[in-house]
């Protein structure tokens, strides 16, 4: 079959590169969009180590590490994010809207806070300014220790 003196081959082969980017132009419209705010990842350590559980309570949750995220505007906490630790002391937090935080530790394994309190949302020496820059760290309690706070 003729078209305007252009064959079916011809043609398919002339439109094969509008077609294809139809296409893809189709599934990156399925893509999920990318969750707001950034994703923060990194390990909560002692003396470069993780903190330790006990693994039988661990099961039962008597036993975890919890790192909160407390943001802040001006003096002002307008917001936290929670997440517990891995066993290796990682961590991963999504949707985290880029701005100044304190870093409050628990670390419990059955009973008290084995941190004495010492990273509370009050207590915390830790502050961060977040941006995507910044996604990746370790937060090592031992070094603020030592600064005596």
């Given at each position: 079959?003729?078209l305007?003196g252009v064959?079916?081959?011809?043609?398919?082969?002339?439109?094969?590169?509008?077609?294809v980017?139809?296409?893809?132009?189709?599934?990156?419209?399925?893509?999920?969009?990318?969750?707001?705010?950034?994703?923060?990842?990194?390990?909560?350590?002692?003396?470069?180590?993780?903190?330790?559980?006990?693994?039988?309570?661990?099961?039962?949750?008597?036993?975890?590490?919890?790192?909160?995220?407390?943001?802040?505007?001006g003096?002002?906490?307008?917001?936290?994010?929670?997440?517990?630790?891995?066993?290796?002391?990682?961590?991963?937090?999504t949707r985290?809207?880029p701005?100044?935080?304190?870093?409050?530790?628990e670390?419990?394994?059955?009973g008290?806070?084995?941190?004495?309190?010492?990273f509370?949302?009050v207590?915390?020496?830790?502050?961060?300014?977040?941006?995507?820059?910044?996604?990746?760290?370790?937060?090592?309690l031992?070094q603020y220790?030592?600064?005596?706070?």
């Amino acid at each position: 079959m003729r078209l305007a003196g252009v064959t079916r081959g011809t043609l398919t082969r002339r439109m094969m590169p509008v077609l294809v980017g139809i296409a893809l132009a189709g599934l990156s419209a399925c893509t999920p969009p990318k969750p707001p705010g950034i994703t923060v990842t990194g390990r909560v350590l002692r003396d470069g180590q993780p903190l330790p559980l006990d693994p039988l309570l661990a099961k039962g949750a008597a036993a975890y590490v919890r790192l909160t995220f407390f943001r802040y505007e001006g003096d002002s906490m307008v917001g936290s994010n929670s997440v517990d630790i891995g066993p290796e002391g990682t961590f991963t937090l999504t949707r985290l809207k880029p701005g100044k935080y304190k870093i409050g530790v628990e670390h419990y394994n059955g009973g008290n806070d084995l941190l004495k309190s010492a990273f509370t949302d009050v207590n915390t020496p830790i502050t961060l300014d977040l941006d995507a820059d910044k996604p990746a760290f370790d937060i090592d309690l031992s070094q603020y220790a030592r600064k005596g706070r």
